[in-house]
């Protein structure tokens, strides 16, 4: 099993930053990858940037260049951020946080989602 709490979020202004975290605990075994989808209204939940155990990263085009994924590891620690930068309106959407335990247990874990505005 896998508990995911995310925080940060909120409103920003067009050109704006703002910086997403989520934290895994409760974990079954070690926390393989982790990162970010988010769902705009109306629109089905798309992928934005992951991040492995490794530090191998993944970003999808529509933000990279924009937002940076990171990770703290270490004992006990699984820790994501997404620092977005060059925030546009098009970034708003719910942000959902997730982790798998790679071949352990290779099911995506959700957070319950953080709600990131962007205004003009």
């Known amino acids: 099993q896998m508990v995911l709490e995310e925080s940060g979020g909120g409103s920003a202004q067009s050109g704006g930053s703002l910086r997403l975290s989520c934290e895994a605990s409760q974990t079954t075994y070690v926390v393989y990858h982790m990162g970010w989808y988010r769902q705009a209204p109306g629109q089905q939940r798309e992928f934005v940037a992951s991040?492995?155990?490794?530090?191998?990263?993944?970003?999808t085009s529509a933000v990279e260049g924009r937002f940076t994924i990171e990770r703290d590891i270490g004992e006990g620690v699984n820790r994501v951020h997404l620092w977005m930068n060059s925030l546009k309106p098009e970034d708003t959407a719910v942000y959902y946080c997730?982790?798998?335990?790679?071949?352990?247990?290779?099911?995506?874990?959700w957070g319950p989602g953080t709600q990131v505005t962007v205004s003009q």
């Open positions: 991040i492995t155990r490794g530090r191998r990263q993944n970003v």
């Open positions: 997730f982790g798998n335990m790679g071949v352990w247990d290779s099911k995506n874990y």
